[in-house]
């Protein structure tokens, strides 16, 4: 096959990384990438130069991608094709069997001389050399909770719809995730804690109960450090003593911490499907549904194999937010070629554009953190509002650097919480940021709305009946 005319921006890779890495966690990372001519990304020309002066070697592979975007880690769905150095090596990636991938759906092709000029000099960099042990640790919790979104869209294909309000937000993921499994503020925290856990605790990096429980006990909040959780503490003493305890499965309380005994005991998928057919009404669904997207913490994303993969009909939404979660907010892929920066003279202005940062209800606390003018905490709360351009938008309830810490979430306030984000529109939710605080997370678009203050004055009179926000409290437009 001859290189495709529309592909227009290529990358070189070795076949062991392509195989390994890219097609494996169906992500592009260009730090993996030769540097040819001083760009991990280069054109067309520099491609032919490439082929026609013979430097690219029967252990690499060009990739062609759709078009040139920013991010240090390019979405799978941009890659158009792959030029092998000749038949034979084309041949021979063709014909071996792939656990992960089904090679039948890459367009592969034999990359030939052309006829095009190939006078440009082509200076060639390799790579460094990957570690294996230190990727997969470096990827293993966005692998994980890539896995866990992909197992969530087979349950609840309607979250796809959400998905692209997640980018570059894997803690705001993960909690959507989970908090389909949980009515509880406090059990989300702490299954946010054991899916960490799951997560460093690999398939490749074993299973002792005695280091799991210890990884738990260090990333579990303090306020999330109950009665219930040490008595689950307790148990998995036991259990690692080998004594004798009462186990219950039901989905009536604590689904979390049953869960994550149930996993435990059973740290993987089979196991835990065995579970399911021996204990059969006695373990309850959101208790087996939980337990599976802890194990499937272990395995991640990677480890998935092709039929898996694509019960999933559609991955092109799921493989945009897995690059998004690995690049920082300045670093996003966006929809156009990063070449294409238009001058000022090119920019319409637009003097009716929304800009949350210069509405005049807020007040400028520190960077990034901003006071609602007229709007009154009751004591021990906080209600800021967080906004970073780009990333993060937020309602701040309770700060957890403040002088009194998280000593207001508890039990009561939990179950008001749940009992107001019914009434939150789409995209809102109440969330703990691990380290910073409990916080109504609000989709990023709303930073842009003209309508963003009479959104949050509803949010305002639900705050208000629970006690959170003083009554009188009002987002007046100054």
Known sequence: MEMTPTTTYYVMLSKRYL??????????????????????????????SLVNQGKLGDRNVVVGLTQHLGGSYLPYSNISNIGFSDQDSLNMFVERSYENYDSSTIECYALTSGNEPSELAIDIVEPPVIDKHTFTLKMALNDAIVAATHSHLLAYPQFAAELP?????????????????????????????????????????????????????????????SDDVQRWFDTAQKIINNEDV?????????????AMILVLLNPEKDSINAMKVNLQENLGGKVYSLANIFVGARTGYSYLSAEQRNMLEDRKQLQLLNASLYNPA???????????????????????????????????????????????????????LEYKPESFLAWRLIDANGTKGMEKLKGQLALNLLSIQRNFPAGVRVEIVEAKGLYITLPLVWAEDFNIREKLQLILDDLISIKIAQ?????VKI
């Open 246 to 258: 009462n186990l219950i499965y039901s989905d009536d309380q604590n689904i979390a911490l049953r």
């Open 471 to 475: 009554k009188s409290s009002k987002l």
């Open 19 to 48: 195989s390994r890495y890219v097609l494996t966690y169906e992500l592009l990372p260009l730090e993996y990438c030769f540097d040819v001519n001083g760009q991990k990304v280069f054109d067309r020309p520099t491609m032919h």
């Open 165 to 225: 309000s997640f980018k570059g937000n894997a803690e705001q993921l993960l909690s959507a995730i989970l908090t389909s499994y949980l009515g509880d503020i406090n059990q989300l925290a702490i299954a946010i804690a054991f899916f960490k856990t799951c997560s460093f605790f690999n398939i490749d990096a074993g299973w002792q109960l005695i280091e799991v429980v210890e990884n738990f006990k260090k990333r579990l909040p303090p306020e999330a450090n």
């Open 330 to 384: 300045s670093d996003e892929p966006t929809s156009e070629p990063i070449e294409q920066i238009l001058t000022q003279e090119q920019i319409s202005p637009d003097e009716n554009k929304f800009i949350l940062d210069q509405e005049p209800w807020l007040k400028s606390a520190s960077p990034d953190i901003f006071q609602l003018r007229a709007v009154k905490p009751m004591a021990g709360f906080d209600l800021s």
